[in-house]
């Protein structure tokens, strides 16, 4: 089967602090996403990397970053954390016809 | 930009009745379309796929989707509900962008069935 593991599926953080989502798939995708999901408005792409060290903007890219240093891992970076990203964060991957999910990380700014 | 609407977000069955939840998108080119569900709790899961071939598609759990091409639409569709149905379902599409696989999901349809 194939597994994304996202390392938390809970995080509570302060306003202004620097948050790193980590996410890692073990069958050598190419591809990878991270989507945000708010009730009543799905699911919004934030960031896509399609190669090792290769980004794409999605929908919805600001306040975020990200970093692919290795095929298998993906890092949701929010450089400066707000209120307003308060959310459940699914990081998928596929190989280019389908995606899989990870279980999702719930944050909670304060 | 390509958009998937979703008409119904919230949908209550009984037991027994039929499923249809309508999907749209907006896109001139080829695309492929798929149905994920979010079981409570759970992480999203592929409930079918279409990319090409006959319109009709079968998935998992008795579900099937059809493609109509001249409406954009590709609604999802159930004959008989069970109480394990409640979940929330999203249409995506995605066409190819740059030689890469871009999903773009609808809003979710949050679908409770009542035992």
């Known amino acids: 089967d194939v597994k994304v593991t996202q390392s938390s599926r809970y995080l509570v953080k302060r306003t202004g602090e620097k948050v790193f989502l980590e996410c890692v798939q073990d069958m050598d995708h190419e591809n990878m996403f991270w989507y945000r999901q708010d009730p009543g408005l799905g699911l919004r792409l934030i960031y896509f990397s399609y190669d090792v060290k290769m980004k794409e903007k999605g929908d919805i890219p600001e306040g975020y970053s990200v970093s692919r240093e290795k095929k298998e891992r993906f890092s949701l970076i929010l450089e400066s954390a707000s209120t307003n990203q308060t959310s459940m964060y699914l990081c998928a991957s596929g190989p280019g016809e389908r995606a899989f999910f990870g279980q999702g990380t719930r944050l909670t700014v304060v | 930009a390509q958009s998937v609407s979703q008409h119904n977000h919230h949908v209550i069955l009984s037991e027994a009745a039929s499923l249809e939840l309508g999907c749209n998108y907006s896109y001139g080119g080829t695309v492929n379309l798929f149905w994920y569900v979010q079981y409570p709790g759970q992480h999203l899961q592929l409930l079918l796929k279409y990319f090409s071939g006959d319109p009709l598609v079968k998935g998992i759990k008795g579900f099937e989707a059809e493609f109509i091409k001249s409406k954009f639409s590709f609604n999802l569709r159930k004959p008989s509900v069970q109480w394990s149905d409640t979940a929330e379902y999203f249409c995506?599409?995605?066409?190819?962008?740059?030689?890469?696989?871009?999903?773009?999901f609808g809003r979710g349809t949050s679908l409770i069935v009542h035992p």
């Open positions: 995506a599409a995605s066409p190819r962008a740059g030689g890469s696989y871009i999903p773009t």
